[in-house]
């Protein structure tokens, strides 16, 4: 026999709310009761009624005492790694600010450089003509020109040596395999029958 689709809505019959909070709350604490059991978490039970004075308590009030303040700890914990107050918030603010302005201020001092080196190529300007702090800055802008240039070429003699490495390790491959093939053959030169020998 299947069992009836129970239609949610509120029950007007007193009796019939009563008789039917009384069977779902049992039935929602065995559910619980065997989710702690079975899967060994932590549970508790708090059902407030409209006709009882006091609550409903599972396991006991004193596990849900103890169980609700871990509750509460552990939520105070993680409202505290999530929250932020306001000078941290500006800290934060302001770092962030100051490390988008650097790369600005270095992103214009490269194209400044850069036309600075272009105007020097071209004998527009003389570098006797440049100020001490213009002098510095294309002295900055070349070195950092240097130093990227210097890591490119120390990466393609990686990769030439890891190259040279594997074609190394060819030629000796190959040598081994025709060294191997002319002692076969000696090898079977040497057995051969004293008869075909004679006939040849």
């Not at 650097?102 to 004998?123: A, F, P, T, W």
Request: charged share 30%.
């Amino acid at each position: 026999m299947t069992r009836r689709k129970v239609q949610l809505a509120w029950i007007k019959s007193d009796s019939a709310k009563k008789a039917s909070l009384k069977k779902r709350r049992q039935s929602l604490l065995k559910k619980v009761k065997e989710l702690a059991v079975l899967c060994g978490v932590k549970a508790f039970v708090i059902i407030y009624s409209p006709d009882e004075f006091k609550p409903l308590l599972w396991p006991s009030s004193t596990e849900v005492n103890r169980l609700f303040t871990e509750l509460i700890k552990v939520l105070d914990v993680e409202r505290g790694n999530k929250m932020i107050d306001q000078e941290k918030y500006l800290k934060d603010r302001l770092m962030k600010i100051k490390e988008n302005l650097k790369k600005i201020y270095k992103r214009n001092k490269r194209m400044e450089m850069s036309e600075l080196l272009d105007e020097v190529h071209g004998q527009v300007k003389n570098i006797k003509e440049f100020q001490v702090n213009e002098v510095n800055g294309l002295l900055w802008f070349l070195n950092e020109k240097y130093q990227k240039v210097t890591k490119r070429i120390e990466y393609h003699h990686q990769v030439a040596d890891l190259s040279l490495q594997s074609l190394n390790g060819n030629i000796v491959q190959e040598n081994i395999n025709a060294n191997f093939v002319a002692t076969a053959n000696t090898f079977n030169e040497n057995m051969a029958p004293s008869s075909m020998i004679h006939d040849s």
